[in-house]
């Protein structure tokens, strides 16, 4: 740093003391704020009490059977996509020991069509759309097998259900609590028709 530019700074530290020193009280404002924050930070902590939450036990939930808000699991029934295959067939009859109604399609607008139409497509309990190319209906099962399960957009087992759906583009929820959600619930509690043990009921009585 050469001298001029020295000069320059130390005449811009004498004109900024010089401003602040006609300013007295916004200065001291600037000084308290600075420390009335921290200090108010502090005090919080120590006057807060902080209360561990948990730990939780939840009993594990059975999946090998529908899920108890199902009332009257003969009421409901189960479509799967395509219905002109065989092994499908063959795979949705198991199904039967629990659900009364077993209804297939051959394909996937067919379904759509029925649940946009058909008065009875409200008590769809969900579908199985299986992702995969069969040529003849004598065809087998691929070694891996992709399917999709497509459920109500709307919660069937609330009194005031959200219409906005299930909400599964957000990663975290609007109201985030400070633990787990609905810890009184042992099946998870809202929302209300447990999306994923009922994946999971689907899933395991199906196969």
């Excluded at 992702?131 to 099962?141: A, H, Q, V």
């Excluded at 990663?171 to 042992?186: C, D, I, K, M, V």
Aim: with cysteine; net charge neutral; hydrophobic share 40%.
């Amino acid at each position: 740093m050469d001298l001029l530019t020295f000069n320059q700074f130390a005449v811009l530290l004498w004109k900024n003391f010089t401003l602040k020193r006609r300013q007295f009280f916004n200065l001291m404002l600037e000084i308290l704020a600075a420390l009335v924050f921290p200090v108010m930070l502090l005090l919080f902590r120590s006057v807060v009490t902080i209360t561990a939450i948990g730990p939780y036990n939840f009993t594990s939930q059975p999946i090998s059977t529908l899920p108890s808000f199902l009332k009257n699991a003969e009421e409901w029934k189960l479509v799967y996509v395509p219905s002109n295959v065989d092994v499908l067939k063959d795979i949705t009859e198991n199904v039967k020991r629990n659900l009364n109604i077993i209804q297939g399609f051959s394909s996937e607008t067919e379904f759509e069509k029925h649940i946009k139409h058909d008065f009875d497509s409200e008590k769809v309990l969900a579908a199985i759309v299986f992702d995969y190319d069969f040529k003849n209906s004598s065809d087998p099962l691929p070694l891996q097998v992709k399917y999709r399960l497509r459920f109500s957009g709307i919660e069937r087992t609330v009194l005031w259900p959200d219409r906005q759906g299930w909400k599964t583009s957000l990663l975290f929820p609007n109201f985030p609590s400070g633990g787990p959600r609905n810890p009184s619930y042992q099946d998870g509690g809202s929302p209300g028709e447990q999306i994923l043990m009922h994946t999971y009921c689907v899933i395991a009585v199906a196969y």
